[in-house]
Structure formats: C-alpha cells, structure tokens
C-alpha cells in the first residue's frame, strides 16, 4: 500500500512539473485570454456588450493582482458556504440516528 501512495505522489509530481521543463517558452494563460483570442480570429469586429462593473468604476482593467485576490476571494466563500452547508447534514444525519436510537429503547417497567 506504501508502495502505491509513493507512486500516486511521483506522479502528480510529475504532471504538475514536467510541463513545465518540457516546454519553457509555453505561456499558461487562462480560459478567458483563450477565448478572446478565438473571438478575434472568428470576428475581428466583435464589439463586447458589457464591461465588467469594476472596469467601469475604475475606468480601465483591474491590475492582474487584484483579479487574482478577489478570484480566491470568491473560491474562499464559496467552500466557506459548501463546506458550512455540508456539517450541517452530516450533524443532522448523527442527531436524527441518536433521536431514532433513543426512541428504539423501551422504557423499563418496575413491577
């Protein structure tokens, strides 16, 4: 069993970092870089309908750092809420086994 869990930890190891020495020159960016470049090369006229919100309050793009903290920001209350939300069945399901447990016990009769 040793054996397997090395093994399993090697290979995470390796899919995470050997991309990253096979190719040096790769950029990583995201899903949103991705399809903006897709939208220019299908339609170079494409005009977006909407601006982000802080984008209009700041009046021009948030500096990468700052996208990055409100995207934990939002990963963090989310599992915050996922994670609250999943205690509470896992305690209602012991309270409602203790109450049925307790209602399965007859009551002693002292004669």
Same mark, same amino acid.
């Given at each position: 069993? @040793?054996?397997?869990? /090395?093994?399993?930890?090697a290979?995470?190891?390796? /899919?995470?970092f050997? *991309?990253?020495?096979? !190719? *040096?020159?790769?950029s #990583?960016?995201?899903s949103?870089?991705? +399809?903006?470049?897709?939208?220019e090369e299908?339609?170079?006229?494409?005009?977006?309908?909407?601006?982000?919100?802080?984008e209009? /309050?700041? +009046?021009?793009?948030?500096?990468?750092?700052?996208?990055?903290?409100? #995207? $934990?920001l939002?990963?963090?209350?989310?599992?915050?809420v /996922?994670? #609250?939300?999943?205690? !509470?069945?896992v305690?209602?399901? @012991?309270w409602?086994?203790?109450?049925?447990?307790?209602?399965?016990? *007859?009551?002693?009769? $002292?004669?």
């Amino acid at each position: 069993m @040793k054996k397997y869990v /090395i093994l399993a930890i090697a290979a995470v190891v390796l /899919i995470a970092f050997l *991309p990253l020495f096979l !190719r *040096p020159d790769a950029s #990583f960016g995201g899903s949103d870089d991705a +399809g903006s470049v897709v939208v220019e090369e299908v339609d170079s006229s494409y005009e977006p309908w909407a601006t982000p919100v802080f984008e209009q /309050i700041l +009046g021009g793009e948030l500096p990468g750092e700052v996208e990055s903290l409100l #995207f $934990c920001l939002q990963t963090g209350i989310g599992v915050g809420v /996922i994670a #609250f939300f999943m205690g !509470r069945f896992v305690e209602r399901k @012991k309270w409602m086994k203790e109450t049925h447990t307790a209602e399965q016990v *007859p009551a002693h009769d $002292c004669h």
